[in-house]
């Protein structure tokens, strides 16, 4: 009996040491995903490095879009003291790294086989002068309209497909009471909005060389006074409380049934999962109109800062390697309302939303629909994003016109380039 006890504890005790791999590390994580579905999705990540023994130190900035936090950031790594792990993206990715101050991930991508599973569009930006530097952790869409179905239903009206449709159907809900257009204030919410309108009526070609191009005839042009214009009638479509409203109470309003639509990249799905609410009963969430055979995308990932410490070294190799495991993959998209960033991921744990965009996503890549976002930092400098969103938001909080908004949104390209 003592035998079988002592053979017992032993057992345990090696499950226990190869479970936490051994040696335990800390992590210090800054990201910015505070609200409901984005916490939910980040804790996924702390539970599965806890398993393995990790301790993990939450370092969230609240803030959607991600300003404050970079803001925090930056403060911190000048200060000499940056935390273990960061969400950064983009083109932020490379500076960060041509400042000398990231770890390599070369051997976590070549032990997990990244380079075979990780599409080459995305690892670009991963990587800088071929190594790995960050670790991508998902796909947004960001060009959808998300819907609260029993306000269309009781008053019934069909989803929009085009514009026109669109702002007949807000003139009718306007009318029943309903505030048709959930509106979130702040300057990324409305870029997120007006480039959805940019690809919606320009189309595909025009969405590239206006916003990822940067080409000032395509800024200066008619179509672009068209893009404005369509952006200024939601106004009227909109609540007095809007002015700096986060974007997800603004996705409450739709979950609530308080408002029928908003135009959010499918974070805004984490939210009504977060509520309990199910794709197709409760709400559904179609592309914004015109943008069917457009997927303006955007990518999280994270960047991992050079640490002399062994065991947190081995904590960050931990961290990279979960992010991109088929597991930690499932998880967390399911709870952002993202896609899966590597390939080798079941679709049937995700909702029928996140499958469309699966579909879409594979679809525009073929079509040449697949386009980086502006507003979320995949298309054009830092500098160019900052002239286009004082732009867009003076515009938009201003009685300036739409032909006076044109001339200055290339003006202001024009300077940020020089
Ligand atoms: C985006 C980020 C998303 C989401 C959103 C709102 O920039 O890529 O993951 O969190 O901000 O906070």
Known sequence: MRKKMALLVSLVAAVMISATNVVAGEVEVLHWWTSGGEAAAVQEL?????????????FAVAGGGGSAAMTTLKSRAVGGNPPTAAQVKGPQIQDWADLGVLTSLDSVAKAEGWDTTVPKVVSD?????????????????????????????????????TWDEFFMAMDKLQKAGVTPIAWGGQNWQEATVWETIVAGVGGNDFY???????????????????????????????????PGRDWNLATAMVIKGEAAVQFMGDWAKGEFTAAGKKPGTDYDAVPAPGTDDAFLFNIDSFIMFDVKDADAKKAQSAMARLILSP??????????????VR????????????????????????????????????????????????????F????????????????AVEEAKM
Not at 345 to 353: S, T, V
Not at 400 to 411: I, N
Request: include cysteine; hydrophobic fraction near 45%.
């Open 208 to 242: 590239k060389k206006a916003l990822v191009e940067a080409d000032i005839a395509a800024l200066k042009s008619d179509t672009m006074v068209q893009c404005f214009e369509v952006m200024k009638k939601m106004k009227q479509y909109t609540d007095a409380s809007a």
């Open 327 to 340: 597991a930690f993959q499932t998880v967390f998209n399911v709870n952002k309302g993202s896609i899966p």
């Open 343 to 394: 390939s080798g991921i079941a679709e049937d744990p995700f909702d029928m939303i996140a499958v469309s965009a699966m579909g879409d996503f594979t679809d525009t890549a073929k079509s040449g629909g697949l386009m980086p976002s502006m507003a979320h930092e995949m298309a054009v400098s830092p500098a160019i994003r900052g002239a286009m969103f004082d732009v867009v938001t003076n």
């Open 396 to 411: 938009y909080n201003s009685d300036m016109s739409a032909a006076d908004a044109t001339m200055k949104l290339a003006a």
């Open 125 to 161: 930006v991963m990587k800088y002068d071929g190594s790995w530097v960050a670790v991508p952790v998902n796909v947004h869409r960001i060009n959808w309209m998300w819907l609260n179905k029993s306000v269309f239903d009781k008053n019934g009206i069909a989803y929009p497909k």
């Open 46 to 58: 702390q539970k599965m490095l806890e398993k393995e023994g990790h301790v993990w130190k939450d």
